[in-house]
């Protein structure tokens, strides 16, 4: 890439952890896969009881094999589970954005 930054290193080093720790599993790629890039996401709104934060959750698969997954408390309260929802979209699609850059660097 031609102006890697601190995230993307972090993301590297995260499947290189991976795939030491679990060298039976790796990511499976197969060759007949379609290059279909889908994301799920979800929330659970205010489901912290000591502070109210809701819970933002995705899962990015990339030919059917699973290549990026999140779960974290959100930043701030939403007032609605709509908005908790919302929130987690976005956070999908900005890692989304970001895989589509790196697939679109590594010519695929």
């Known amino acids: 890439m031609h102006a890697p930054k601190e995230s993307h290193m972090e ?31 979800d929330s659970d709104w205010a489901k912290c009881p000591m502070t109210r934060r809701s819970l933002t959750g995705y899962c990015i698969k990339f030919g059917g094999s699973l290549i990026s997954w999140k779960t974290k408390k959100q930043a701030t309260i939403s007032k609605s589970s709509a908005e908790a929802e919302y929130r987690a979209m976005a956070s999908t699609t900005c890692e989304v954005i970001w895989i589509l850059g790196l697939l679109k660097d590594l010519g695929v």
């Open 11 to 41: 993301a590297a080093l995260r499947v290189l952890k991976y795939l030491k720790r679990e060298p039976g599993l790796g990511i499976l790629m197969p060759s007949h896969s379609n290059l279909k890039l889908e994301a799920y996401c």
